[in-house]
């Protein structure tokens, strides 16, 4: 099976700040990755599919990138609201795995 | 507007079992595949199973490959997880959550959620 990780487990900045978070597939995935969001206590919500299309509705802020194994998610400017754990996911093949999750919070 | 709503979660024991099902309504269920996906108190997301919009082919996490069976009800709009053999580990939230697409598709609408404990 495919395994997938993140780097870093948690994170804090300031507001403003860019923010970098990075998955990583054990094997090659193309482009079918997903990036989600998930505020305590909410249900998770999308934020990037095909590795770098932004999801309607998601502010602008957020992209991503990467193709094969290594895949990027960038807050450009941190918002309060942007508070949350994100989790990649993988969605080719037989098996459609989370990354561990990255925790951001505000410094 | 999309809805999910799960029902179903609730104490079983080591060894017992659950169904669970999730209403769907607000798009055309069956050109959809559908997930079942859990979180364990504290803990991160878990994808458990897939089933294509059609029923055509079904997927399994390693964990609960054997013990659970997802199956749907286009008829109905009514998508289920029938969960036998349960374990303590297996104590979490479960959601319902729909793909964008065919598969393979990310998943652009989750339920609330329904909780199932395994415990004596």
């Known amino acids: 099976d495919i395994q997938m990780t993140q780097s870093p487990s948690s994170l804090s900045a300031s507001v403003g700040d860019r923010v970098t978070i990075t998955c990583r597939a054990s094997?090659?995935?193309?482009?079918?990755l997903a990036w989600y969001q998930q505020k305590p206590g909410k249900v998770p919500k999308l934020l990037i599919y095909?590795?770098?299309t932004l999801q309607s509705g998601v502010p602008s802020r957020f992209s991503g990138s990467g193709s094969g194994t290594d895949f990027t998610l960038t807050i450009s400017s941190l918002q309060p609201e942007d508070v949350a754990t994100y989790y990649c996911?993988?969605?080719?093949?037989?098996?459609?795995?989370f990354g561990p999750g990255t925790k951001v919070d505000i410094k | 507007e999309v809805q999910l709503l799960e029902s179903g979660g609730g104490l079983v024991q080591p060894g017992g079992s659950l169904r669970l099902s999730c209403a769907a309504s607000?798009?055309?269920?069956?050109?959809?595949?559908m997930n079942w996906v859990r979180q364990a108190p504290g803990k991160g997301l878990e994808w458990v199973s897939l089933?294509?919009?059609?029923?055509?082919?079904?997927y399994y996490a390693d964990s609960v490959r054997g013990r659970f069976t997802i199956s749907r009800d286009n008829s109905k709009n009514t998508l289920y997880l029938q969960m036998n053999t349960l374990r303590a580990e297996d104590t979490a939230v479960y959601y319902c959550?729909?793909?964008?697409?065919?598969?393979?598709?990310?998943?652009?609408?989750w339920g609330q959620g329904t909780l199932v404990t395994v415990s004596s």
């Open positions: 959550a729909k793909g964008r697409s065919g598969v393979p598709a990310a998943i652009n609408y």
């Open positions: 607000g798009f055309t269920f069956s050109s959809y595949a």
């Open positions: 089933i294509s919009g059609t029923d055509a082919y079904t």
């Open positions: 094997q090659g995935i193309s482009n079918y």
């Open positions: 095909a590795a770098s």
């Open positions: 996911q993988k969605y080719n093949s037989a098996s459609f795995t």
